[in-house]
T-cell receptor
Framework: GDSVTQMEGPVTLSEEAFLTINCTYTATGYPSLFWYVQYPGEGLQLLLKATKADDKGSNKGFEATYRKETTSFHLEKGSVQVSDSAVYFCALSDMNSNSGYALNFGKGTSLLVTP | DSGVTQTPKHLITATGQRVTLRCSPRSGDLSVYWYQQSLDQGLQFLIQYYNGEERAKGNILERFSAQQFPDLHSELNLSSLELGDSALYFC????????????FGPGTRLTVT
């Protein structure tokens, strides 16, 4: 079945450092890919998405590129801020799966940015 | 604020009991998804409803059931509760039944003692 693998956290960075969170996926179909962010005590918010190969999703300085050849969707940000501290989830949605358009999530990566 | 509301925010109950979690989707959204977030299993899809009808099923236990009402709010019923059912339960909504973009509520934290 479909699955998403994320790098283990927690990730601790200093403010203004470069961020990469790795995400790879396995899917039988041609999925759409997402990054969601969960701030402490809150629900998940869609951060960015990409629906086809080579698409780049971007939002709030974060970027991720859909790489079909390496089945990856790594999240990057050039300069993190303390306010970026949160848990980041990579997810896919494969309309050809039994779950339809439901999201299949990775285990999440906790990011802590220190001043 | 996503526009999705969930009640209650917290729920503490005993093993063997039954609880109902409620979700109101964003205005205009016809589809509701339920997810469970636990420490061991991570975030898992449970079930989806679209305009009152069940659309897709994930890893939902037989002790759990859901429905979506004519006003589009949804309820998730959990019965014969076990300690392992302690988790955060999220509801998400989308405009249609075939939409990738889902908006999540703040969740209901269930603690089974």
């Amino acid at each position: 079945g479909d699955s998403v693998t994320q790098m283990e956290g927690p990730v601790t960075l200093s403010e203004e450092a470069f961020l990469t969170i790795n995400c790879t996926y396995t899917a039988t179909g041609y999925p759409s890919l997402f990054w969601y962010v969960q701030y402490p005590g809150e629900g998940l918010q869609l951060l960015l998405k990409a629906t086809k190969a080579d698409d780049k999703g971007s939002n709030k300085g974060f970027e991720a590129t859909y790489r079909k050849e390496t089945t990856s969707f790594h999240l990057e940000k050039g300069s993190v801020q303390v306010s970026d501290s949160a848990v980041y989830f990579c997810a896919l949605s494969d309309m050809n799966s039994n779950s339809g358009y439901a999201l299949n999530f990775g285990k999440g990566t906790s990011l802590l940015v220190t001043p | 604020d996503s526009g999705v509301t969930q009640t209650p925010k917290h729920l503490i109950t005993a093993t063997g009991q039954r609880v109902t979690l409620r979700c109101s989707p964003r205005s205009g959204d016809l589809s509701v998804y339920w997810y469970q977030q636990s420490l061991d299993q991570g975030l898992q899809f449970l079930i989806q409803y679209y305009n009152g009808e069940e659309r897709a099923k994930g890893n939902i236990l037989e002790r759990f059931s859901a429905q979506q009402f004519p006003d589009l709010h949804s309820e998730l019923n959990l019965s014969s509760l076990e300690l392992g059912d302690s988790a955060l339960y999220f509801c998400a909504s989308s405009e249609t039944g075939n939409s990738y973009e889902q908006y999540f509520g703040p969740g209901t934290r269930l603690t089974v003692t």
